[in-house]
């Protein structure tokens, strides 16, 4: 018999392979940080001897979620401020609350939201905010596993000032985090609206030179595009496409409201899509037309966007919301079948960042992140269709244990590496300083 | 001090009633079924001695929420066929199914609802269904609140055969149940595609002589108003107001493909409306005008639907989902705020069902039907606002405590009526039998 680490074992293993393997009474060997075999419980059983036997009682064994849009520390603001013109909630609100963001915060915030995030079974997101230095250290604590960014923009950041300093902090971190297991540093201006071509062009060769991937927000709303037309006169696609922006490591949040041509160029580049539904929903954005996006082969995945537009980050209720709108929207109820939203919420997100070699599936060779959800539930029986359950039923409480990289970040319900109450009070203490000088 | 039953303590109380009010550090005190104050802590303290005390640790007190449309027994159904065609989910899978119900599984498939209903802070549920003398039994055992009636149509039934005896069996449930403290008994034709006018006018003359509400699908999808035209040249809406259907005792489920003609009848006759967005977003039936029926004053309550076509009865979701489609619908964040949300879920689904006498808010005499939930967690970290906190980051799974008609149903998230085991094992057995019959 073969000493392995940890042997997950009496669940259903769906894998999420190229073969779409889904194995009744199965199990899943882990060595350090990755998956040594997967197979059923009978066979790993007498293959292997582990220092950790972690019983899944009859649930679901799955390779972690992948949320491919966050503002993490915005958990700081979870609330703040709903159901107000955007316009008012961001220069009221938002805006108010971030200029006085302090590296301090972001870490609380960030902290905060990787409890949030393991406790729903994500094990890996994409965040763009200020002081991601700060959202990278909280995130390697936690043991999550997080590409992350330094928002860029034309006008001064609480955190690098003037946007130079920003490309070159972007660079310090691309350095200093070269080679992390866990974390890898994208270059993230906001927006075409908010950033210059100049701006844009620079990050790209920074991008370029490192290898690194490129996550920017397009086409969030009417409004936004209506804004690009005026500038440049072209749509926010088309002016990226024009200044040479657009590639296979961009990561587009939103593509809210695009036109066929726009579209066309996100396939012709190979253009990743995030699509955070709920988001756009409540910030009444739009309605991103994804089904058309996974008919030209587009790949898409799901995100949450930030705490304050949403107002969680459990990845299984916007699951269920992305099934849901788009049959609505499409008045067809065959479109975003389950097993499709289930990819897209695993493998495809981590094809959207560029992470398909390490993560997103349950296979051979590749990491171990993993997640196992409880099954034993009223509101979980009976189960006719593991996919179906995943979309339709489960919600991110249900999920018991959660491993990221071969280290065992939940068990039980239980947080492994973060002091939850520490965590929660910390944060309160920065709502409370923020409702004062709200106040005042 | 005067004796009380139950005195809960140290939460924020949310009332719902008529003031608004919301107690930080409040109490509330219950004695047999009804509520006898509501105040803050001290002061109640000082005043009741209890036989049990509840520590609300810091949460939220508020009314039980009132799922104003179900098929309860369907939760043997859950996820038993996704992302199909209507006519084809129907006939192909749902219909055959159906066939084979008893009211032995009807009594199962019914304890298992109500297990999920209670563990996600559901206190009363509106049921159309088969069987349902087993549905009423089950709900009372479980010690739920619960509108209840047989569905009658013109073809005969898997319970009580040819329609007259449907109409018999509903005067029989009228008398067997009548002043239950927790059992209502509607009548409930299925809907006017499915009920000839002879039908309708039988139902609404036994509802009338009792003194009973009503409940009938109506509109649900533009194909079902369509069918109407053809058959009568009316909607379906005018079609109920030509015959005299109409009044506000009706409960009118789904409402998604109204005329502006249409809402102004349910207007004129008060007919209160059961909005159902999961189920008409999963089944693709379209969104129901719910901004221009609150416009217009018409009373409407949230429901869930069957879990054949949700798959849950989580309410908590089903507001989220409430606040966030009409804001996309209408591309306007300020529609279906929070605490009108919430009333919707509370009072108003209350007033729906004709019980807002009895429950659907916090206020002195009223019966206890009195959620708590639990707000030390990280994803309802930090709290702005409590009704934001219940529409967009609560979930029924932090639901905690439920009280109904003064009964402690669930405590610490066990409950207490119902032995969840075999509730579940039992619905289990169906679903094995169902896979075997539809594979034979």
């Not at 609480?158 to 540093?185: F, H, M, S």
Request: glycine letters at 6%; one cysteine or more; aromatic letters at 4%.
């Amino acid at each position: 018999m073969k000493s392995i680490d940890i042997l997950i074992k009496n669940g259903w293993v769906l894998t999420m392979a190229p073969d779409n393997a889904l194995i009744e009474t199965g199990a899943v060997a882990v060595s350090g940080h990755s998956i040594v075999e997967i197979g059923p419980e009978g066979e790993l059983s007498t293959r292997y001897r582990a220092s950790k036997i972690i019983d899944a009682r009859g649930g679901i064994i799955m390779p972690g979620l992948v949320n491919t849009h966050t503002h993490a520390a915005m958990t700081c603001f979870r609330g703040l401020a709903d159901d107000l013109p955007l316009m008012t909630w961001l220069h009221d609100h938002i805006f108010p609350a971030e200029a006085r963001l302090t590296s301090e915060v972001v870490c609380q915030g960030t902290r905060l939201a990787c409890a949030e995030l393991i406790l729903s079974g994500t094990t890996t997101f994409c965040d763009m905010y200020l002081f991601e230095d700060a959202v990278a250290h909280a995130a390697k604590e936690a043991g999550i596993r997080a590409v992350v960014g330094e928002v860029l923009y034309d006008f001064p950041s609480p955190n690098y000032g003037p946007v130079e300093e920003g490309l070159k902090y972007t660079e310090t971190l691309i350095r200093q985090w070269q080679d992390d297991p866990l974390i890898t540093i994208a270059v993230e201006p906001h927006s075409a609206y908010l950033c210059s071509p100049d701006l844009l062009i620079k990050a790209k060769a920074i991008a370029d030179e490192n290898g690194a991937p490129m996550v920017i927000h397009l086409s969030e709303s009417e409004h936004e595009v209506a804004q690009l037309r005026e500038k440049y006169g072209r749509t926010p696609a088309e002016h990226l496409a024009e200044i040479g922006f657009l590639g296979p490591k961009l990561i587009a949040d939103h593509c809210v409201a695009m036109t066929e041509k726009d579209i066309a160029l996100l396939k012709a580049f190979d253009v990743k899509v995030a699509h955070n539904p709920e988001s756009n929903m409540k910030l009444a954005s739009g309605i991103a037309p994804v089904p058309e996006f996974l008919s030209r082969g587009i790949t898409v995945g799901i995100g949450t966007d930030s705490c304050a537009s949403n107002n969680n980050l459990d990845l299984f209720q916007e699951m269920d919301t992305v099934a849901k709108l788009h049959k609505v929207q499409t008045l067809d109820p065959t479109v975003m079948d389950a097993p499709t939203v289930v990819r897209m919420a695993t493998i495809d997100g981590a094809r959207v960042l560029g992470l398909e070699d390490q993560i997103g599936s349950l296979e051979r060779g590749k990491k171990a992140d993993i997640i196992i959800i409880d099954i034993r539930q009223p509101h979980l029986v009976p189960m006719y269709n593991v996919y179906s359950h995943l979309v339709y039923a489960v919600s991110g409480h249900d999920v018991v244990t959660a491993i990221v990289n071969g280290q065992v970040l939940m068990e039980d319900r239980v947080l492994i590496t973060l002091d939850v109450d520490t965590v929660m009070e910390d944060v309160n203490r920065i709502a409370e300083s923020i409702v004062l000088k709200a106040g005042a």
